[in-house]
Nanobody, 119 residues
Framework: QVQLLESGGGLVQPGGSLRLSCVVSGSSFASYNMGWYRQAPGKERDFVAF???????NYADSVKGRFTISRDNAKNTVYLQMNSLKPEDTAVYFC?????????????WGQGTQVTVSS
């Protein structure tokens, strides 16, 4: 059973920073591709950032240059460093883990952590 637990959300002023963490229980964390997604009230869940098991990274255009995704395989943890936060970054942020588990690609989600950017 794979479980994901996000932390690090909170209230921050525009221009501020937060670092989100997602700890993954179970073995073989290094084999998972990890992602962050977010969902604002009344909107669909959107892609934010992604890091492959090999360390390749991808970002949504709206966060490029401001957010950085990283992983620490020794700690079974993926991070999202968020700088220069804007009110439009306000959302619940979800962690996602995925890998090929033949014959399908399996994904798992955390419960989310709230990020509010407001003065």
């Amino acid at each position: 059973q794979v479980q994901l637990l996000e932390s690090g959300g909170g209230l921050v002023q525009p221009g501020g920073s937060l670092r989100l963490s997602c700890v993954v229980s179970g073995s073989s964390f290094a084999s998972y591709n990890m992602g962050w997604y977010r969902q604002a009230p009344g909107k669909e869940r959107d892609f934010v950032a992604f890091i492959t098991s090999n360390g390749g990274k991808n970002y949504a255009d709206s966060v490029k240059g401001r957010f950085t995704i990283s992983r620490d395989n020794a700690k079974n943890t993926v991070y999202l460093q968020m700088n220069s936060l804007k009110p439009e970054d306000t959302a619940v942020y979800f962690c996602n883990a995925g890998r090929i588990d033949a014959p399908e690609y399996r994904t798992y989600w955390g419960q989310g952590t709230q990020v509010t950017v407001s003065s």
